[in-house]
């Protein structure tokens, strides 16, 4: 079973920037779609970004549209979530999170690896 390790959260100024990273552990190779979602303090899991297997495709929640830029390196064997101009309302815990097939999903119970979450704090 796929294993996703994930780094880079923090806490940053509004208006600041972060950069996201997700890999699976070891030798593991992710030939699928994947994706970022998000929990914000007593609230529920929300879709963040997709990408679609080979990176080609993107998808964003409206709410971090123009904001955010979700990316992969295949040949790296990571994906990446840029975040600018961060709000206090980003502040959540993002997780990385795999699919089993090509395309892009939305919906986390489509989503059958996940990573340990890295906390993201926005300062206002």
């Known amino acids: 079973q796929v294993q996703l390790v994930e780094s880079g959260g923090g806490l940053v100024q509004a208006g600041g920037s972060l950069r996201l990273s997700c890999a699976p552990s070891g030798r593991t190779t992710v030939s699928a779609a994947m994706g970022w979602f998000r929990r914000a303090p007593g609230k529920e899991r929300e879709f963040v970004a997709g990408?679609?297997?080979?990176?080609?495709?993107?998808s964003y929640a409206d709410s971090v549209k123009g904001r955010f830029t979700i990316s992969r390196v295949n040949a790296r064997n990571t994906m990446y979530l840029q975040m600018n101009n961060l709000k206090s309302e980003d502040t959540a815990v993002y997780y990385c999170a795999a699919t089993s097939g090509f395309g892009i999903r939305t919906v986390g119970s489509e989503y059958p690896y996940w990573g340990q979450g890295t906390q993201v704090t926005v300062s206002s």
């Open positions: 990408i679609d297997w080979s990176g080609g495709s993107t």
